[in-house]
Nanobody, 124 residues
Framework: QVQLVESGGGWVQAGGSLRLSCTAS????????MGWFRQAPGKEREFIAA????????YYADSVKGRFTISRDNVKNTMYLQMNSLKPEDTAVYYC?????????????????WGQGTQVTVSS
C-alpha cells in the first residue's frame, strides 16, 4: 500500500511561482508512473501532468504546457510540480497520484493512489 502526501501549496499573486511536492509516507514510488491533477470549485478534477517511472517521459495538459514542469527524484521517493507564471484560473486543489503498474511509461486514466490534496490560490 502506498500513501501519498502533497505539500507546497499556498497563496501567490498572478505571475508568481510555487513548487508542489508529493512523497510517499508509506511505500515506494520509484517503479510507478505518477501524475498531478487539480480540481477547481464547481469543476471536475482534471489532468495536469504525468511522468514515467524513470522521469524520462513527461506529459502536460495544454492549459499548463510551458508554465509547469513535472519531475521526480526516485532516491528521495518524491515527485514535484514546478508552477511558474501562475494565473488566477490555476486556483484549485492539487492532487498527486500514482498507478500500481511497474515501470510504465505513463499513468492510466484511473490511478490507484491519491494524495489528500493541497490548495493553490492565485490572486489577480
Amino acid at each position: 500500500q502506498v500513501q501519498l502526501v502533497e505539500s507546497g501549496g499556498g497563496w501567490v499573486q498572478a505571475g508568481g511561482s510555487l513548487r508542489l511536492s508529493c512523497t510517499a509516507s508509506v511505500g515506494t514510488l520509484s517503479r510507478y508512473p505518477m501524475g498531478w491533477f487539480r480540481q477547481a470549485p464547481g469543476k471536475e478534477r482534471e489532468f495536469i501532468a504525468a511522468i514515467s517511472w524513470s522521469g524520462g517521459s513527461t506529459y502536460y495538459a495544454d492549459s499548463v504546457k510551458g508554465r509547469f514542469t513535472i519531475s521526480r527524484d526516485n532516491v528521495k521517493n518524491t515527485m514535484y510540480l514546478q508552477m511558474n507564471s501562475l494565473k488566477p484560473e490555476d486556483t484549485a486543489v492539487y492532487y498527486c497520484a500514482a498507478e500500481r503498474r511497474d515501470y510504465a511509461t505513463r499513468m492510466g486514466a484511473v490511478p490507484d493512489y491519491w494524495g489528500q490534496g493541497t490548495q493553490v490560490t492565485v490572486s489577480s
